[in-house]
């Protein structure tokens, strides 16, 4: 996440950082998803939106047309993201019923 929140950093490399990201806590049922909740990356996420959106609108889009393509990209991603990241870290978890509850039907 330090790479993301840089503002040295470069935007492709940004870019390519937040597909990760995506890539890695897209989805809530992996067990590393309690590093996203407990390392408050939707906070970090939510503060680095605002200088990401300056940074892909600073790239030229005729000297370098794929990168800001591709920042264009992640940065739509990264409304999405946090959008639904908020909706689930907003409803609780459904807890795994035990193997008697499943067999008694309780």
């Not at 998803?33 to 390392?39: K, L, W």
């Not at 370098?64 to 907003?90: D, M, P, Q």
């Amino acid at each position: 996440m330090s790479t993301i929140q840089n503002p040295n950093t470069p935007v492709d490399v940004v870019s390519e950082a937040l597909n990760a990201v995506y890539d890695v806590y897209g989805d809530a049922v992996y067990p590393w998803d309690s590093v996203f909740v407990n390392g408050k990356y939707l906070d970090v996420l939510r503060g680095v939106l605002p200088g990401f959106k300056a940074k892909v609108k600073g790239v030229d889009k005729r000297r370098e047309r794929g990168v800001r393509e591709r920042a264009e990209e992640a940065l739509l991603n990264l409304g999405a993201f946090i959008k639904y990241k908020e909706g689930r870290l907003s409803k609780p978890r459904r807890r795994e019923r035990s193997e008697e509850c499943r067999e008694y039907n309780i």
